[in-house]
């Protein structure tokens, strides 16, 4: 089968792979660099578990052909902390106890870093407008909406 070179960056460090033009980004991030924030959850890109960040927006990697990405910028789960030193939606996940089975968590993170990213202050309304293309099963969405919310204001410039 014919393989494809390709080079990408990933949580920040170039790699070169050579990839089948069938392989999804998913299968590259789970079964080739052993990331395995990313989860296999519908396949379809339906439910968000398998989200990273694709040049800055959240991305279902389920449904992306890693052949089709040669020079793309990919940030997983993995990739957000800045070392030690968890991202503010990270905390904020775990302070308001955002999580419960955590099979959706990583995707829910990445989406809502996103958002912030691109609205430092956004409303309610626009929060859960973003959080909605990911399912969760666990936590009714309440704690996950706060804790987007408490991030927000942790990052944002005080006035």
């Given at each position: ?88 939606v990270q905390e ?58 408490a991030a927000a ?7």
């Open positions: 089968m014919e393989r494809l070179k390709i080079k990408l960056q990933v949580n920040g460090e170039p790699v070169e792979l050579d990839v089948k033009p069938s392989e999804t980004l998913l299968e590259t991030l789970r079964d080739r660099l052993e990331l395995t924030g990313a989860k296999d959850g519908c396949g379809l890109g339906a439910c968000g578990s398998c989200t990273v960040l694709l040049n800055g927006l959240p991305t279902r990697s389920c449904i992306v052909l890693t052949a089709e990405l040669d020079g793309a910028d990919v940030t997983t789960i993995e990739g957000l902390a800045d070392g030690t030193k968890l991202d503010p904020s996940f775990m302070d308001k106890g955002a999580v419960q089975c955590g099979f959706c968590t990583p995707g829910m993170i990445l989406t809502a870093r996103s958002l912030l990213n691109r609205n430092a202050r956004p409303t309610r309304e626009e929060i859960i407008r973003s959080m909605s293309s990911n399912l969760c099963r666990c936590t009714g969405y309440k704690k996950i909406i706060e804790a987007v919310e204001s942790s990052q944002a410039p005080k006035s």
